[in-house]
């Protein structure tokens, strides 16, 4: 006997036969059935729902494809995989496998690049929380240290009195580069003088090797003409301290900030289609650097720590559907087992969500809120979404950078994450929380026994 189909109300809907909108798009929304040719029923029902889903192919294709891009235009370029955009160690190694060095910002990281089998001298300490612990560390297995303020500055001079080692320096350089608002909290600024006077004051000492030059002009860049502007003004630095003190760098490092495919909240178009490609980062940047007053017979190895564009697109969170309500102004609404506790960047971007199977042509305005009791828990507050019903599955794409790192445990426990490897095999790589593990580092004093 067959199923009884479900009951769906009637709805009015505007047809426009023939003609598309003015974006080009289809009346009818795409389904994802499938990740890496995985059914996501399948996925669901051998780890839960909701679980992350991560595919190692979609980051080796889109690392080879940024790599191709810089180093067809310059002669010599590194990647360092950026820990704090997703630092599973599955993950983290992948990308080290492919020949990224690895970029940390904080002690953790910088273990943990370590315990992944990074050598010290693959390593590229960023940030302004830097202990002298960190900094003796660093200096002592080799590392490139990224000098962010002058009290660190003073703190590793005072650590070269007493290391073997002499610390191997570069300064971050924050500029202006014409985008708003200039990103000027970290590093030392090239307006203001700050810069040069950190560089002399280095090599004055003659206590650190200064190796190189970092910027980092801001996140989700949606244009690549300031990297153009950035690189050309650590170009004249570099230039400057070659005229005085007939000192080369080893390397210039462009930082990250690239953007990914994903939608930021009030945009007119989609991310896919306004984003630049890596092959318009890499002409800006190359550009700058080739044409600049740099020795041609000794060209600096350019750096790039880019994250987001190579992890965002090989991030998915499937799961189930809640619960459908209506709202008091008429609205659908519908209650997935996603939230932003798990989904930090649904506060930035408009996240894609497809169904998992097949579904009726009606479609309406809704919002999609996470199961948190929390007013904030939106998920999209508003897209023209088809009727799913309880128990039916979901697919978030796009979700590969930051969710995992600046994820809480908040009311609902943190689910598995998953890795699909480039032969179609699935492999958990971070287990789902328990009550047991959540509560493992808790003491209740005796008098509460």
């Excluded at 990281?109 to 990074?118: F, I, M, Q």
Aim: charged share 25%; with cysteine.
């Amino acid at each position: 006997m067959s199923e009884k189909l479900k009951y769906e109300r009637p709805i009015i809907t505007k047809i426009t036969a023939g003609v598309t909108d003015k974006f080009g798009m289809q009346s009818k929304m795409p389904i994802i059935t499938a990740i890496d040719n995985i059914p996501v029923e399948k996925l669901i029902k051998d780890y839960g729902s909701p679980s992350f889903i991560l595919s190692e192919k979609t980051i080796k294709k889109t690392f080879n494809d940024a790599k191709r891009a810089f180093t067809t235009r310059y002669p010599n370029v590194q990647f360092a995989w950026s820990y704090k955009t997703n630092y599973m160690n599955a993950v983290c190694r992948i990308f080290h496998k492919e020949g990224s060095w690895a970029e940390v910002v904080s002690g953790f990281e910088y273990d943990k690049a370590l315990r992944n089998g990074v050598a010290g001298n693959k390593i590229i300490f960023n940030g302004p929380d830097k202990s002298k612990e960190d900094l003796i560390k660093a200096t002592e297995n080799g590392s490139y240290i990224h000098i962010d303020h002058f009290d660190e500055l003073y703190d590793l001079l005072s650590i070269a009195e007493t290391t073997e080692k002499r610390p191997k320096v570069a300064i971050r350089v924050n500029m202006d580069t014409g985008i708003y608002p200039q990103w000027d909290r970290f590093g030392f600024n090239y307006e203001n003088g700050e810069a040069w006077n950190a560089l002399n004051r280095i090599l004055i000492s003659k206590k650190l090797d200064l190796v190189g030059l970092h910027t980092h002009i801001g996140t989700y860049m949606m244009t690549p003409t300031p990297y153009a502007v950035a690189a050309s003004k650590l170009a004249e630095l570099a230039v400057r301290l070659d005229r005085k003190f007939n000192h080369k760098i080893k390397y210039i490092d462009m930082g990250g900030g690239f953007a990914s495919k994903n939608t930021l909240k009030g945009a007119y178009l989609p991310g896919k289609d306004t984003c630049p490609t890596f092959d318009e980062y890499a002409e800006a940047i190359s550009d700058a650097l080739i044409n600049s007053e740099l020795d041609p017979n000794e060209m600096p190895t350019l750096f790039l720590e880019t994250g987001r564009a190579l992890i965002d697109d090989a991030g998915y969170i499937i799961g189930s559907v809640l619960a459908n309500k209506r709202l008091a102004n008429g609205r659908r609404s519908m209650i997935i087992d996603t939230g932003v506790n798990m989904l930090f960047t649904s506060f930035w971007y408009e996240h894609e969500i497809y169904p998992a199977k097949e579904f009726s042509s009606h479609a309406e305005d809704t919002t999609i809120y996470g199961p948190l009791c929390m007013n904030i828990d939106v998920i999209r507050s508003a897209v023209k979404f088809p009727l799913l019903q309880k128990g039916d599955h979901y697919v978030i794409k796009r979700i590969g950078a930051y969710n995992m790192t600046q994820w809480m445990q908040f009311i609902t426990l943190r689910p598995k994450i998953v890795l699909i490897d480039t032969e179609g095999n699935t492999h958990i790589i971070r287990e789902n929380e328990t009550n047991e593990s959540m509560t493992a580092l808790e003491k209740v004093p005796n008098y509460l026994n």
